[in-house]
């Protein structure tokens, strides 16, 4: 395994930095880089910016539309995003439905879908869960009935993510319900805005609403609509969930947000001693960053695997649940750090353009906030509990 970044891959990550610095708009930056809350439009500039510069889909195959770039480079782009402290290139389109439409669907459907996603005309979101079926999503109801040349769907989808931005769904439904439950599932696109798609925001810890439930009542989906075959969705849905844990592990955007805490912890002070230099915060501090430097060997090693034709193995798991501890005990450190001051809950703080007195350090304001919300990372993308019975199976062999 060698890990060291050959000339090439440090001409590049050069290439890819200078662009950042001379094209993101700063107020985006800004915005992410001081835990703001980002809305359709950031995402939308981040998208249109590497779409123009042909790197929006440096996953997808050439043909398509991606970079043809090797795992490495891909590997450097995405720490260099964080580094920039651009927003996340939302997955639902570029990293999911994507590759499910190149790889399964038909050549009409490459060429309807493929081309709005890559220019960010269409956001999609992703219809899996439910009431009831989350980690066991095998078990969910909601029914595709064919009428005709036409699915008619009804049933809930939950936890749905950006669904209130999106105009497309790709979506789980049930086509045959007597089969065995992964059996009788397809996978279908739906246009969110016809009548019996009703989206409702769910308020999470933090006071925001990214997720929601979306109802579907009598919900029309043309035939052509149907990804691959009837009732085969489920393999198509975990192609899906593969490419979902690709960059799970986030370690850009973690050592981002470690740089961030190092800052806030020299800027805080106990007994007039800049609280970095106060032992038992000091070592904290470092626990994280060796835990940050195990994972992102973790990764690399994982990527060298995949570069030699193995497949990543429990990598994917152990990058999930590790990459997901790091990222949850710097949200607490934070909140560490800046004390009392992570007490007010002020909503309006953690919207660019407030411009009221901040109530301590204008870092203060996010600290409880993000804390909360990153709680999510261990429940989304498969849970911390659910990817340790993988490894115990898989490792273990329990
Ligand atoms: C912020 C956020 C965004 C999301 N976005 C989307 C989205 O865009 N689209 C989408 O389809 N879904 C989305 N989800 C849903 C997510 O995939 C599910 O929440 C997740 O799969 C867990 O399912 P559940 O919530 O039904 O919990 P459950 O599956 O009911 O689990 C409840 C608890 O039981 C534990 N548990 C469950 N099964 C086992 C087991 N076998 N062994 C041990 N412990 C177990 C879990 O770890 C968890 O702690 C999102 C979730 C969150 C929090």
Known sequence: MDLNFSKADLA????????????????LT?????????????YLTLHRLLHRQGWIAPAWPKAYGGTGWSLTQRYIFNEELAYANTPRVMPFGIQMVGP???????????????????????????GYSEPGAGSDLASLRTRAVRDGDTYVVN??????????YADHMFCLARTKPDAKPQDG??????DMRQPGVEVQPIVTVDGTSDVNSVF????????EDLVGEENKGWTYAKFLLGHERAGIAAVGRSKNALRRLKEIARAEHVASKPLIEERAFAEKIAQVEIDLT?????ELDVLSRESTGQGPGTGASMLKVK???????????????????AIPYVKKALFDGWNEPPIGPEYAATAAPTYHNWRKASIYGGSTEVQKNIMAKMVLGL
């Not at 499910?100 to 269409?122: C, H, M, W």
């Not at 049933?155 to 209130?164: D, I, L, N, V, Y």
């Not at 599932?185 to 739906?190: E, G, V």
Request: with cysteine; hydrophobic share 40%.
């Open 185 to 190: 599932i397809s996978f279908l696109l739906i």
């Open 294 to 298: 195990a994972l992102e060997y973790i």
């Open 30 to 42: 800004e915005k992410v880089r001081r835990n703001l809350q980002v809305e359709r439009e950031d």
């Open 323 to 341: 990459g997901t501890d790091v990222q949850q005990a710097i949200t607490e450190l934070v909140c560490e750090a800046v004390g009392y001051y």
């Open 100 to 126: 499910v439409i190149y790889t399964f669907g038909n050549a009409e459907q490459k060429a309807k879908y493929l081309p709005r996603i890559l220019s960010g005309e269409d956001w999609w979101c992703q």
């Open 12 to 27: 590049f990550r050069d290439e890819v930095r200078t662009f950042l610095k001379e094209n993101l708009p700063v107020e």
């Open 216 to 223: 579907l009542t009598d919900v029309k989906v043309p035939r």
């Open 155 to 164: 049933g809930q989808k939950t936890w749905t993510s950006f669904a209130h």
